[in-house]
């Protein structure tokens, strides 16, 4: 089944405006902490030639080209138009493919195990019941000692969800305050519990800047 949301948030009709936008970090909440928060994933990730890694929600490429090199790459996206613009700025990973898809329902689909699943920025548009799965999933895909690493729109407890939506209100960032109350924001308390309880050990987290942070979440070799 494909998320409840995934034609809702397709990216096709923002593509050709994205990589600008992104570069708002000093004037968007929802984008201060980008560039840094897509580092850290790929540092966390520590990807090498023998990697191979799939990315979820893998856009106009801005977190693979940070990849210098892997075994092998798959790219999954729902939008075409993002990954027609990424495609461009990706030549250096010899062996990458991409697959449009949604990002839950490619995870129960054929295509193997991997040592790398990194996803930035894609997976606060999954509901928070379909986070749980997407969690089991990535374990299910993991080979024993691999990663996953996100990095994503969060907050830190479901406490201050009603703080951060009042608090941007006040200060005249009615988008951010929309963005928080409509879309699926993670809640680093509540993931760190869910990964934790999947089996990933450890699981690590760090903040970026008000509202992005990175969670790293290894699976033991022995399971
Ligand atoms: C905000 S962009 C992030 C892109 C990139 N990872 C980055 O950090 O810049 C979210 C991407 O996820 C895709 N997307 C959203 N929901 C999806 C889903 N359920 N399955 C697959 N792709 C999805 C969108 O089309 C878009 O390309």
């Known amino acids: 089944m494909r998320s409840l949301h ?8 923002c593509a050709n405006e994205y990589d600008e936008d992104v570069k708002n970090e000093l004037s968007d909440p929802i984008r201060a902490g980008y560039e ?33 090199t892997c075994r092998e790459i798959v790219c999954v996206d729902i939008s075409t138009k993002m990954e027609k613009l990424g ?29 790398t699943i990194v996803s930035t920025y894609t997976a606060h548009h999954l509901i928070d019941e379909e986070k749980k799965v997407f969690f089991k999933r990535i374990w299910n895909r993991l080979s024993p000692g691999g990663i996953a690493v996100f990095g994503d729109l969060m907050l830190e407890t479901e406490a201050s969800r009603k703080l951060q939506i009042d608090s941007y209100r006040k200060r005249g960032e009615e988008t951010t305050a929309v963005a928080i109350e409509e879309e699926f924001f993670w809640v680093v308390d509540d993931s760190v519990l869910e990964l934790e309880k999947t089996g990933f050990d450890p699981v690590d987290v760090k903040r970026f800047s008000d509202l992005s942070y990175g969670i790293g979440a290894k699976k033991p070799a022995s399971r």
């Open 6 to 13: 995934v034609d809702e948030y397709n990216h096709d009709d």
């Open 87 to 115: 495609a461009t700025k990706l030549s250096h990973l010899a062996n990458r493919s991409f697959i449009e898809d949604d990002i839950l329902e490619i995870l129960i689909k054929d295509i193997g195990f991997f040592d």
């Open 36 to 68: 840094a928060t897509l580092q850290w994933v790929v540092d966390y990730a520590n990807v090498n030639e023998k990697s191979r890694v799939l990315e979820l929600g893998s856009g106009t490429g801005n977190l693979t080209r940070k990849i210098k």
